[in-house]
């Protein structure tokens, strides 16, 4: 299996056993599937000092193993279709929180899918784009003030703009 293969590799990958693949390599991030420090921020557990270049090298190379050996596991549980993802609740806050970013930004859901493993029907189950996204009040600006210096917006438009308009259609421009 690709998976035992993969899961063999990480663990002969350093034959000092200097670094252990599964907890000297930072902390993963299995949402984005990738880690959450780059490798010049680890510090040795052993001297809490940084890693050497020659180490962080090497845990580069691990990293890359590490993210293969997940996507393999994805991939795994998805032919089974099984997705198994941890349900603490610090799990599903940062969840949220990364799905509410990409909806903040305007991504739709559909890219999120690709971007966070979830699936469509369930980011659409349990977001709204609708709480996220925000529209800008429009703001109106008179010419006159803006010649006179004055730069303060209005909410709504002139009312001499608006009888104007009606006016030029032909409708009834008393509001009396």
Not at 21 to 36: N, Y
Not at 135 to 160: A, C, H, N
Request: hydrophobic content about 30%; charged content about 30%.
């Amino acid at each position: 299996m690709k998976k035992n293969h993969l899961y063999e590799e990480l663990l002969n990958s350093e034959s000092l056993g200097f670094i252990d693949p599964f907890t000297d390599l930072g902390e993963f991030d299995v949402v984005q599937m990738k880690f959450k420090e780059s490798v010049h921020q680890l510090r040795n557990k052993y001297s809490d000092q940084p890693y050497s270049k020659k180490w962080q090298l090497k845990i580069e190379e691990m990293r890359k193993l590490y993210i293969q050996y997940q996507l393999s596991l994805q991939e795994d549980n998805r032919k089974d279709r099984y997705f198994r993802r941890p349900k603490t609740k610090i799990s599903k806050e940062h969840i949220d929180e990364i799905v509410a970013n990409y909806l903040k930004l305007g991504f739709s859901f559909r890219d999120i899918e690709k971007r966070v493993s979830i699936a469509y029907q369930t980011l659409r189950n349990h977001w709204n784009r609708s709480d996220y996204i925000q529209t800008v009040e429009t703001e109106f600006y008179l010419k006159l003030d803006l010649s006179d210096g004055y730069y303060l917006p209005g909410t709504s438009l002139p009312k001499r703009w608006y009888l104007g308009c009606l006016s030029s259609m032909g409708l009834d421009t008393d509001c009396s």
